[in-house]
């Protein structure tokens, strides 16, 4: 892991805090991120973005929204690795901003990581999802809920009905996937549509 001297020394500062971005899929967290992140980078401020490397849908580097906005990231595919890039990023000169997109897919050490930078003044600007397809809790995001000083909840627009929309169905052959359907599955549109309560099928056990 890392030890506390080796977070940023912004701590004098006392800015370090969590914002979460989250809802389901098709909500634009990705686009809040970046505007939040860009937002920084306009007034100079130094930030660093991060992705799993799983997810790939748009480019290995870049994290892309819906709308088209793009953002450099480093793709991460453990939490070691990001600690080890945050080091070394952060030797050049202190980062300000973390931004984190799909905390989901990271393993669950990524929060008390994100804990310890927050308590030693370093911003962190999280996005995930909060329910998977069986709306049950996501990883991470179930604890970043609770950590979390801001939390945005976004909803979507339901693909059926246009009512709001805080789940996502999981689409197999034009079908709701089934309850032992993996979790993880990276997808689009092809794959998911978000749904109202009244319009989302709870997958057959
Ligand atoms: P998101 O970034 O949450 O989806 P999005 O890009 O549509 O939303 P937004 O505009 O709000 O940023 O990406 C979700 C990823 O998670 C996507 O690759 C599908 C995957 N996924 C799973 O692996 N398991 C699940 O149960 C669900 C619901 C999604
Ligand atoms: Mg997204």
Redesign the pocket.
């Known amino acids: 892991m890392i030890r506390e001297q080796e977070v940023n020394s912004n701590s004098v500062n006392k800015l370090g805090r969590i914002e979460l971005i989250t ?1 389901c ?7 809040e991120f970046i505007r939040r992140l860009r937002r920084n980078d306009y007034a100079k401020k130094r930030v660093v973005a991060f992705k799993p490397s799983i ?1 790939n ?1 748009y480019s290995e580097d870049l994290i892309a ?2 709308s088209g906005a793009v953002l450099k990231s480093y793709p991460v595919s453990s939490v070691e690795q990001l600690i080890e890039i945050y080091k070394k990023e952060n030797a050049i000169s202190p980062i300000d901003i973390i931004g984190i ?2 905390v ?2 990271m393993d669950k050490k990524i929060v008390p990581f994100i804990e310890l930078l927050a308590n030693n003044g370093v911003i962190v600007i999280v ?1 995930g ?1 909060d ?4 709306s049950e809790p996501f990883q991470n995001v179930d604890k970043l809920l609770v950590l979390a000083e801001f939390v945005d909840k ?1 909803t ?1 627009i339901c693909h059926k009905c246009g009512n709001f929309a805080n789940r ?1 169905q ?1 689409i197999i052959n034009g079908e709701p996937a089934n309850w032992d359907s993996p ?6 549109t092809d794959s ?1 549509e978000a749904r109202c309560r009244n319009c989302y099928k709870l997958p057959k056990k």
């Open positions: 809802g899929m098709f909500a634009g967290k990705t686009e997810d849908r929204s819906h997109d799909e989901q897919f996005t999802l329910k998977d397809f069986r976004l979507a996502t999981r979790i993880v599955l990276v997808g689009e998911y």
